[in-house]
């Protein structure tokens, strides 16, 4: 396990009871480096929607044990957010969750001569999902996808 993943893994676990008391749900951390600065960014979730209020009460939380285990030595900025409408599927949790909804796929190489993909995606099982585009429907194993998020209407 590298840094980056060792940091996003212990802040995850400091911000399961965090989160649990307050009726809401981990949606994904990410530890990133964007224009030079590092970021420690929790995404949280909960039924309805998150607010501002959820977000400061979590952010506050985890801010003081942070500096209380201090184990990443980078300075970084912490940011506790809704993971947003078309927020990305990462995990399996995300797929099964989102079974019936349209996404949008980013490939790494085409597919019948395309790389990106809009369907309702049918079923997600041992790291292949299906979606289906019009009538007919496509599978894709994980490995082949750069990035999914959930279809945004605008």
């Known amino acids: 396990m590298g840094k980056k993943e060792d940091y996003e893994s212990k802040t995850e676990k400091l911000l399961q009871p965090i989160v649990d008391e307050?009726?809401?749900?981990?949606?994904?951390?990410?530890?990133?480096?964007?224009?030079?600065?590092?970021?420690?960014?929790?995404?949280?979730?909960k039924e309805g929607s998150v607010d501002i209020d959820d977000c400061v009460n979590v952010s506050r939380k985890l801010e003081q044990k942070l500096d209380e285990l201090d184990f990443i030595p980078d300075a970084y900025i912490l940011e506790v957010s809704s993971p947003g409408l078309g927020r990305q599927l990462k995990k399996e949790k995300h797929f099964l969750k989102s079974?019936?909804?349209?996404?949008?796929?980013?490939?790494?190489?085409?597919?019948?001569?395309?790389?990106?993909?809009?369907?309702?995606?049918?079923?997600?099982?041992?790291?292949?999902?299906?979606?289906?585009?019009?009538?007919?429907?496509?599978?894709?194993?994980?490995?082949?996808?750069?990035?999914?998020?959930?279809?945004?209407?605008?």
């Open 22 to 45: 307050l009726n809401i749900e981990i949606y994904d951390v990410e530890y990133v480096k964007e224009a030079g600065e590092y970021y420690l960014r929790a995404y949280i979730d």
């Open 99 to 154: 079974i019936g909804l349209d996404v949008d796929l980013k490939l790494y190489k085409a597919v019948d001569g395309q790389k990106e993909f809009t369907g309702t995606l049918i079923s997600y099982q041992d790291d292949k999902l299906v979606i289906r585009v019009d009538e007919s429907e496509k599978e894709f194993e994980l490995s082949q996808l750069a990035r999914v998020n959930l279809h945004v209407e605008w």
